[in-house]
Nanobody
Framework: VHLVESGGGVVQSGGSLRLSCIAS??????????MRWDRQAPGKEREGVAT???????SYAESVKGRFTISRDNTKNTVYLQMNSLKPEDTAVYYC??????????????WGQGTQVTVSS
């Protein structure tokens, strides 16, 4: 399984970015039980930002609710993170994460290499 993120960059406070994560070596909707976007700011622990499960349900960290939207396109094996009303505290490296439930006891996790998002004030 290989995850590749793109779409990061530098944006002013209040701006928007859309991150993309393309997965290869796995099929959306079947092998993957959930996809998640994590982020890690300098000097801070990595945190989960948004999750989308196989059934399409989504969940968000409180800090991004109402501003970020996670979605996926199974035909393109791609998950997106639309980020609006960006704030300087959203500055971080954003990572794509996949959970594969091969069996109930064989759970595999994968991360991409990350994409930098910088929000200037």
């Amino acid at each position: 399984v290989h995850l590749v993120e793109s779409g990061g960059g530098v944006v002013q406070s209040g701006g928007s970015l859309r991150l993309s994560c393309i997965a290869s070596g796995v099929l959306f909707g079947g092998d993957i039980s959930s996809m998640r976007w994590d982020r890690q700011a300098p000097g801070k622990e990595r945190e989960g930002v948004a999750t989308i499960k196989n059934d399409g349900s989504t969940s968000y960290a409180e800090s991004v609710k109402g501003r970020f939207t996670i979605s996926r396109d199974n035909t393109k094996n791609t998950v997106y993170l639309q980020m609006n009303s960006l704030k300087p505290e959203d500055t971080a490296v954003y990572y794509c994460h996949a959970t594969l439930a091969i069996t109930p006891i064989d759970i595999q996790e994968y991360w991409g290499q990350g994409t930098q998002v910088t929000v200037s004030s």
